[in-house]
């Protein structure tokens, strides 16, 4: 295990902590605004705007997960609902992103899929895309159940995300593409242990670009969710070298994270779309940032020294 899997192990350990968590919502919030649109739509839609200004498309997250009650998951609904009206009302150019837990899915399976078809009917409606976020590996597989259902009542403006770390997500490719199910493909930001999950990079790396390259060569479209330069120049030479058109595929890269280099894909012609997260439930996305890679930490330590 090479010094950065060790980090990432160790913070999302850390960040497990109770004590961890009151002393990060009592005193860290500015430093998690690196991270974060805002807490309002109001403010999330406005930065959209200034995202795209720059040719920078965008993915709005209404942040949100570990509910207790299916109330709390309605109100998610809801929220999302007026979210994608607001897309509408500004005529920004963003798709919208959430959690299949913060829509009950750890509560009540079929309320969650109530609430998620919901969102997705109105997206559908208003020619917009609803994005299901995947997460850690209780959920993989209701997740991919839920959006197959989706797909198969004709809602097929639903996508999701696949992880390269896990080892099912060779046969789970190979099943979305034949559904011709839009996913997003990330390496993989949960605590997952070794019996379902690659613990080395280089494995991860390997399995990450095998499932880019299966997408590629297909022209299926697809979003390539990266930071690591390894993984963006591998994609720009592959496809060049094949002649795959900037068209068929998407980078996309966090909110705060990169911002110049975002805006240069832009400008170089590629698809960039900004994970955009926005709301008062940030902690445990702001954890999982944080946990990536030890540059994100040195970054928010130099702001707050400032």
């Known amino acids: 295990m090479d010094g950065t899997e060790l980090y990432r192990k160790m913070m999302l350990t850390v960040s497990g902590s109770k004590l961890v968590e009151r002393m990060t919502l009592k005193y860290g919030k500015k430093m998690a605004r690196k991270f974060i649109a805002g807490d309002t739509l109001t403010e999330a839609l406005e930065e959209t705007r200034r995202l795209n200004q720059l040719g920078i498309m965008v993915t709005l997250d209404h942040l949100g997960e570990g509910i207790t009650s299916l109330d709390e998951a309605k109100g998610y609904k809801e929220q999302y609902l007026k979210l994608l009206e607001g897309i509408d009302e500004h005529k920004v150019n963003a798709n919208v992103s959430l959690k299949p837990t913060q829509m009950g899915m750890a509560l009540e399976r079929e309320a969650c899929y109530e609430n998620v078809r919901a969102v997705a009917a109105r997206a559908k409606e208003l020619g917009n895309f609803v994005r299901l976020d995947m997460e850690d590996s209780p959920f993989t597989q209701a997740t991919i159940d839920m959006t197959l259902r989706l797909h198969a009542e004709g809602l097929n403006n639903v996508g999701t995300v696949l992880q390269a770390y896990l080892f099912r997500t060779a046969e789970d490719v190979k099943t979305m593409m034949k559904a011709g199910v839009n996913l997003r493909l990330v390496k993989g930001a949960y605590k997952e242990p070794a019996a379902i ?14 499932i880019i390259k299966r997408h590629l060569d297909r022209e299926i479209y697809t979003a390539i969710a990266s930071h690591d330069d390894r993984i963006i120049n591998w994609v720009k030479e592959y496809s060049t070298r094949h002649g795959i058109s900037k068209d068929i595929f998407e980078f996309q890269m966090l909110y705060g994270l990169r911002m110049n280099d975002q805006a240069e894909l832009a400008r170089q012609g590629y698809r960039i ?6 709301g008062t439930m940030w902690y445990p996305y702001y954890t999982r940032r944080l946990a990536e890679k030890p540059s994100n930490l040195m970054m928010v330590l130099k702001n707050m020294f400032k």
């Open 197 to 210: 999950a690659s613990q080395r990079m280089s494995e991860i790396m390997d399995s990450y670009k095998k």
């Open 273 to 278: 779309r900004c994970y955009t997260p926005y």
